[in-house]
């Protein structure tokens, strides 16, 4: 399967607590974005990466929240001292690059549950 | 920035019958459009994606039109199958340029046999 991969499928964590949350891009893909999906909501745009850069995060809450996509890895999400309204699917996608009108591919995302 | 609307209402058709979907925005005319498919418990999948300069799409039993004028989008499903069930949502880029996609709330399709 070469597709979006994340993991954990689901994970909990009590208030206080840090959340890593991993994505891996289809194969060739150099463009990885995170959403967010409260429960009965739509998909909220949080951050856009490149390789070892970030593009755009103004989508991600400024304090507790940082992404990276290092070289070499997958893209990493995390959330300190996690709180409960962090409680929602986080969704990674990914895109060739080499044009902006390409479709997102998404993972089947990570379920986060805040206790 | 962009605003979509879905009808948050679910639709319920037949098995057989064509279901239509509506995906209306606010602000700027995007230069495309794009309409992925969300199964519970999975991440949106791509459908179709059609460009502000092309009035209907079509893929299989899947067809999209885009009216910029009336800054909307239908979304049709012919002979719809059970399988078909699904939530539907209509994406955006935020603002010309950004690769930010703003999705509309999705409309949930259940298809009766």
């Known amino acids: 399967n070469a597709g979006v991969m994340q993991n954990p499928r689901h994970l909990v964590r009590r208030r206080g607590q840090e959340a890593r949350l991993r994505c891996s891009p289809m194969?060739?893909?150099?463009?990885v974005y995170w959403y967010r999906q409260l429960p009965e909501e739509g998909l909220k745009f949080m951050v856009y990466l490149q390789k070892e850069n970030i593009i755009d995060e103004s989508g991600m809450p400024k304090e507790r929240f940082s992404a990276e996509f290092p070289k070499e890895g997958p893209s990493i999400l995390r959330i300190q001292q996690v709180v409960r309204g962090d409680s929602a699917a986080y969704f990674c996608?990914?895109?060739?690059?080499?044009?902006?009108?390409?479709?997102?591919?998404f993972g089947d995302g990570t379920r986060l549950s805040i206790l | 920035s962009q605003k979509i609307e879905q009808n948050s209402e679910a639709l319920n058709i037949q098995e057989g019958k064509t279901a239509t979907l509506t995906c209306n925005y606010t602000n700027y005319s995007p230069a495309y459009l794009q309409w992925y498919r969300q199964d519970p418990g999975r991440g949106p999948v791509f459908l179709l994606l059609?460009?502000?300069?092309?009035k209907e799409k079509r893929k299989e039993r899947l067809k999209v039109t885009f009216d910029t004028t009336l800054k909307q989008s239908l979304f049709h499903i012919t002979a719809s199958q059970p399988a078909d069930s699904a939530t539907y949502l209509c994406a955006l880029h935020a603002t010309p340029g950004r690769r930010a996609l703003t999705f509309g709330s999705g409309t949930r399709l259940q298809v009766q046999p």
């Open positions: 059609i460009r502000e300069n092309e």
């Open positions: 996608a990914s895109s060739p690059g080499t044009d902006s009108n390409q479709p997102q591919h």
């Open positions: 194969k060739g893909h150099s463009h």
